[in-house]
């Protein structure tokens, strides 16, 4: 892959819900019929594009993360490891050392400081990746196991595979995590374009406010999808009107979609107002990629 031809488009909402995953699925399916893409499912905690897609997936990989393991013989009770952890993920209690996993980050920084090597990053499983083909359409999904709670290692492990084969078409969606915290913020980290999702209520309005501010503290560029047009009013396009964000494509409600939708079927093929809105996407994305360095 030439990582200067490179072109990541982000699939984002401010909340779960929004139709990020049908612009996203409905969007690669058409797309790839005309050229070779990636789909990436970073929704790495309820991960279901995979739902839509016809696609047989290689095995399965085993991802892991790197957890510090306390060994208690080399230990002088310092305390560094629990004043430097940003994450309250290391704790001491009396003459132990407690290690969360669940709060752990892998940032290292407990590990490299120990004066003792008495915290070494140890691997735990994490989850899981998968990588499908279909003539133009490749599929990437990352899945952390249940009861796992940090999505952002297993993110970065996704987006690292990205990066490291040679394989993968240079034109790439990411379907991102709802909201704002840190999962989406890794996710869009490396992203060219963030298209948002949202839709045409006080609460739609509300998200996509926060949103925007997080891509805008990042530096990104974005338009907005407007998904089930019709249910709500016009203060998503009056504000994005005024913020001078372009509202991309708007996609009307239809009670049809949502049932497809829900029956695990993607709608392009069937739905001429969904077709309509891909299209605006498309022309949108491919204007933006001719100006792309
Ligand atoms: S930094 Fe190392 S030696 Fe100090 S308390 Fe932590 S594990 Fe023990
Ligand atoms: S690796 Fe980082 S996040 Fe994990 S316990 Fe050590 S300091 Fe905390």
Known sequence: MDKNRTYRIAVASGKGGTGKTLVATNLADMWSVDRELLLVDLDVEEPNDAL????VPEPAQTQFKMIPEWNSDRCTLCDICTEVCNFNAIARMGEYIIVFEELCHSCYACSGLCPTDALPMKPRRMGELQIAKREQFYFIEGRLDIGQEQAVPMIRKVIQ?????????????????????CPVVNAVHTADLVILVTEPTAFGLNDLQLAVETMRSMNKEMGVVINRDGIGDDAVQRWCDASGIE????????????????????SWKTNSRLREALEEIIAYVSEKMKTHV
């Open 52 to 55: 839509f897609l016809s696609v």
């Open 161 to 181: 595979t990205v990066d490291k084969r040679q394989d993968i078409p240079d034109l790439q969606l990411f379907d991102c995590p709802p909201g704002t915290s």
């Open 247 to 266: 509202v991309i494509a708007t996609i009307p409600y239809d009670s049809q979609l949502a049932y497809a939708y829900a029956k695990g079927k993607l």
